[in-house]
Nanobody, 115 residues
Framework: QVQLVESGGGLVQPGGSLRLSCAAS????????MSWHRQAPGKQRDLVAY???????NYVDSVKGRFSISRDNAKNTVYLQMNSLKLEDTAVYYC?????????WGQGTQVTVSS
């Protein structure tokens, strides 16, 4: 069973930065695709960014140029660097691991952008 633990969320002013981390248990991390998703109150959970097992990345248009996803296979950790944060980035952020047709979710970390 894979467990994912997110951290790094918090309260930040518009224009500020945060770095989210997601640590995975087990030995399949390096073989897995990883992604970050977010869910604002009253809205569905949406994909923000993903990174494949070989390091290819992609982003939704709303975060391109501001967010960066990366991974450290030695630490079983995926990161989401978030810069130039906007009010509309406020949400609970979740990481997801995909391997062998199965998907695993973390518990989420709250990001609040407010002045």
């Amino acid at each position: 069973q894979v467990q994912l633990v997110e951290s790094g969320g918090g309260l930040v002013q518009p224009g500020g930065s945060l770095r989210l981390s997601c640590a995975a248990s087990g030995s399949i991390f390096r073989l897995s695709h990883m992604s970050w998703h977010r869910q604002a109150p009253g809205k569905q959970r949406d994909l923000v960014a993903y990174i494949t097992s070989d390091g290819s990345t992609n982003y939704v248009d709303s975060v391109k140029g501001r967010f960066s996803i990366s991974r450290d296979n030695a630490k079983n950790t995926v990161y989401l660097q978030m810069n130039s944060l906007k009010l509309e980035d406020t949400a609970v952020y979740y990481c997801k691991l995909i391997y062998g047709g199965s998907a695993y979710w973390g518990q989420g970390t709250q990001v609040t952008v407010s002045s």
